[in-house]
């Protein structure tokens, strides 16, 4: 009899630890279900994003309030007609496409749904259920319901695991790596397609519809950067640069490329779009990144990644400018470069180029400082000189096709053209496209860097350009 009780009490003592254990494990589960879609713009708000929602078998968690819930099937539409919300199911089935398109949700004809009881009249849950305290559940899907019936989707948590799985099967892609590189990609097709459900998983607003991945090699073996462009409801599309742990834990993310649909102007305004429009990865994963304001200042910004998988900002400066932009403490960086208005268009635009080696370089060339600015922070002092074609191009094959170049551009350099030799440029990313390392050819009022397989053109910018005047 003794042996007995001994074996019942040490039999509870095991299930009374298998419980603590599961219970202790559904509480560590980060598994809160968020907001994924909705039909009325209207009914999605601060409240909606930051409901607390978890479903764990027959409760339903809101808000930290505790609800019982049976689960019961019935045919989708008696479901709505029932309920007397009709129209919001043919308003469903209306886009039932797009929703299984954009969102893999299915409306079934037949299908599940909670029921609550009346425990829920005196709390918030009551008014995001039909008039018969009921919520639908379409697979990973939870469908509550607003003002009129009106819907808003629910996606169950996609967490590392289910990460993990699809990261295989992304492309690899290497620095360094600009915004050229990154339109390269998307117009080509070449990002991997990832769940919309990840959205909650990656921090991403609600409205976003599109996720594409692409990956880098390790920076270390505990830091996976992964590039991802995100497509808006707006049809605008930004790129990220993410940092994961060694199990596709998010450590940081950083928006490297962004066009706002509003340019430059204002609304209606023409020009360049507003927003994060430019940035470079080196090889070292230093990240420059430059923004647009409205009013037409510029923003460069410089981040390392550190050890620990985090974006750090570093301080950037210049030597070209005596005066720079007044920044705004709540828009700036306090270590960024804010360049004027001005300073920020006064840039020599390509007039020829099929030499994506210079993308990345940006040149603002003054004649009356003799002064060239290289990416607005490295400036360079040159002179002025004049020397006969052959003496720069050393064969006569070099000499013709160089003569046939510039014709292009109506100047004739048969006999003698004129150039100028920068100062103290060798480490200039410029330095190895000059000629000798430290010369172009500039006449009427454009830059020429030439080589042998190489012949790209830049011009000074026009008065409309250099100063941007607003059309009515």
Known sequence: MK??????????????????????????APDNWGIIYDISDSLVNETTIDFDIKLRSNKFYFNNQSFLIERNTMPAEDFFISNNIEKTYFA??????????????????????LQFDKNI?????????????????????????????KPVFYSKPYFEK?????????????VPFNANDAFILYRDDVLKNLSIHFKNFLDLPWFATDIFGAKYPSISPLINPIFIDVGWDSGDIDSYLYLFSNDYKVLDKL???????????????????????????DKNYLIERRQRFED?????????VTKEGKFQEL???????????????????????????????????????????????????????????????????????????????????????QVENFKK????????????????????????????????????????????????????????????????
């Open 3 to 28: 042996q007995s009780n001994y074996y019942f009490v040490l039999f509870s003592l095991i299930l009374n630890l298998i419980a603590s254990s599961a219970i202790a494990d559904e509480k560590k």
């Open 92 to 113: 469903l089935k209306k886009q039932q496409a797009l929703l299984e398109y954009n969102y893999n949700i299915k409306l079934k004809d037949n299908i599940t749904y």
């Open 121 to 149: 009249d005196n709390s918030l849950l009551k008014q995001y259920v039909t008039q018969n305290r009921q919520v639908v559940l379409l697979d990973d899907m939870l469908l509550l319901f607003g003002n009129e019936g």
């Open 162 to 174: 289910e990460f993990i799985k699809q990261v295989p099967q992304l492309p690899i892609i290497n």
């Open 255 to 281: 928006l490297l490329f962004s066009y706002i649909t509003t340019t430059r102007g204002g609304p209606g305004g023409s020009g360049y779009p507003v927003g994060y429009r430019y940035f470079t990865i």
């Open 296 to 304: 037409e200042t510029i923003e460069v910004q410089y981040f390392q």
């Open 315 to 401: 301080p950037v400066t210049s030597n070209c400018y005596r005066e720079l932009a007044v920044k705004d403490n709540k828009i700036h960086s306090t270590k960024s470069l804010l360049l004027t208005s001005k300073q920020a268009n006064n840039y020599m635009r390509f007039e020829s180029n099929i030499f994506n080696e210079l993308y990345d370089i940006t040149l603002t060339l003054n004649p009356a400082e003799k002064k060239l600015c290289v990416n607005y922070q490295q400036a360079y002092s040159f002179t002025f000189g004049k020397a006969k074609l052959k003496q720069l191009f050393g064969n006569e094959k070099h000499y013709q096709q």
């Open 409 to 472: 551009f109506n100047i004739d350099i048969s006999n003698e053209l004129e150039y100028i030799t920068f100062d103290n440029i060798d480490k200039s990313p410029l330095a190895k496209y000059l000629l000798n390392g430290n010369k172009a050819i500039y006449m009427n009022e454009m830059l020429f860097i030439v080589g042998e397989d190489y012949f790209a053109v830049y011009r000074q910018p026009t008065e409309s350009e250099l100063t941007y005047q607003e059309v009515n």
